[in-house]
């Protein structure tokens, strides 16, 4: 079956420092990983995606991840965060593939807490 | 342009009553995802549904819980008798055509306390 396991359930960080939030999988068929933020009384948004090809994807505000097939991972990072960062983190990987005519089932983490101080 | 509404935002209930959800989708998106979060737990797929139609409610309890997307009006997720443990929050999500990887957008969700 497949899993998701953030390490981390909170992160704290001071504002411009660089952060990583980890996020680990299993899965014995084609990998699609997501990450998605919910800042406070929100709706989870997505942040960046990885379906195939560079295993560096980046978000349109600074922040990016790797897909690292051999250690089964796919985790968060940001070189230099803002107080406007806090929120809370979910990494998730879709359980369905396109063979199978799948849709959007994801399998999420328990999700990460960070929290930028001044 | 509203992005996907829940309702209520809060929800009371005491054990035994009935709950009832409620999940309208972006405009335009005719495809709806309900999951469920327990605390210090992540999201928990639910059930997924077109209009009019169940998908996949492989996650859904086998009692008590059901979800509809009817042709008119939003999605209804409704707990009959409900139970301490179904206090959760509770998350709906949509995308437009429900191809695989297509970006879903979530609402706020519906914070369920079961006294």
């Known amino acids: 079956a497949q899993s998701v396991t953030q390490l981390d359930s909170q992160v704290p960080v001071f504002e411009e420092a660089p952060v990583e939030l980890r996020c680990n999988y299993s899965?014995?068929?084609?990998?699609?990983l997501f990450w998605y933020v919910q800042y406070p009384n929100q709706g989870l948004q997505l942040l960046l995606k990885y379906l195939s090809g560079s295993t560096l994807v980046e978000s349109i505000n600074g922040f990016e991840a790797e897909f690292n097939k051999s250690q089964t991972s796919f985790h968060l990072r940001k070189p230099s965060v803002h107080i406007s960062d806090t929120a809370e983190y979910f990494c998730?990987?879709?359980?369905?593939?396109?063979?199978?005519?799948?849709?959007?089932?994801?399998?999420f983490g328990a999700g990460t807490r960070l929290a930028v101080h001044p | 342009n509203a992005g996907v509404m829940q309702n209520p935002r809060h929800l009371v209930r005491r054990r035994g009553q009935e709950a009832r959800l409620r999940c309208s989708p972006m405009k335009g998106h005719s495809h709806v995802y309900w999951y469920r979060q327990l605390p210090e737990e992540g999201l928990k797929f639910m059930v997924y549904l077109q209009k009019e139609n169940i998908i996949d409610e492989s996650g859904m309890p086998k009692e008590r819980f059901s979800a509809e997307f009817p042709k008119e009006g939003p999605s209804i997720l409704r707990i009959q008798q409900v139970v301490r443990g179904d206090s959760a929050a509770y998350f709906c999500?949509?995308?437009?055509?429900?191809?695989?990887?297509?970006?879903?957008?979530f609402g706020s969700g519906t914070q369920l306390s079961v006294l």
């Open positions: 998730a990987v879709n359980s369905q593939t396109s063979f199978s005519g799948g849709y959007n089932k994801l399998i």
């Open positions: 999500a949509s995308s437009p055509t429900g191809q695989i990887n297509e970006k879903l957008f």
């Open positions: 899965s014995s068929v084609s990998v699609y």
